[in-house]
């Protein structure tokens, strides 16, 4: 008889990589197809983004956090808006346009790239903000926080 629940703890430690795709394969199989669970223990980030549909985050054998991949982004609120300058701007130049947000939101200019922390979900508002100041860029997206940093800062590792 097969088992309905699957326990895994770091089962991909110590394998080599063919047979780590294989694997992670054979297990998102394992449960498309036959409705199973995985419980899967790991501390690599990679593989619980790659196999997991829902996360548990413990911190000294406490629940800490608990959800979906994107339900923990939208928690985190941690998002930042990235956009790829058509050209490079001196940083008084992008400090004075800032300015005018109101807010004046934090940043990081370094050549063609800015990173502004302003949340996710103003990205519509920025894009039009810098069209309308003469900022030219090709790209605005929302950078998001990696699992790993939601991780950490949910334990209390984090700045």
């Known amino acids: 008889m097969e088992p309905r629940i699957l326990i895994l703890d770091e089962p991909f430690d110590g394998i080599d990589v063919a047979s780590r795709v294989a694997m992670t394969e054979t297990l998102k199989n394992w449960v498309r197809q036959k409705g199973r669970c995985i419980l899967l223990s790991s501390h690599n980030m990679q593989e619980i983004e790659e196999l997991c549909n829902r ?12 959800g979906t991949l994107e339900s923990l982004h939208k928690m985190a609120e941690k998002d930042q808006i990235e956009v790829r300058l058509c050209e490079r701007y001196k940083e008084a130049f992008v400090r004075k346009v800032l300015n005018e947000w109101g807010t004046q939101p934090v940043f990081a200019l370094a050549g063609t790239n800015l990173l502004l922390n302003i949340p996710g979900k103003e990205i519509g508002l920025v894009a039009g903000f810098l069209h309308q100041r003469g900022v030219r860029f090709e790209r605005i997206s929302i950078k998001r926080e990696s699992l790993t940093e939601i991780y950490l800062r949910m334990v209390g590792h984090h700045e």
Not at 55 to 66: A, E, K, M, W, Y
């Open 55 to 66: 996360l548990f985050v413990l911190r000294n054998g406490r629940l800490v956090g608990s």
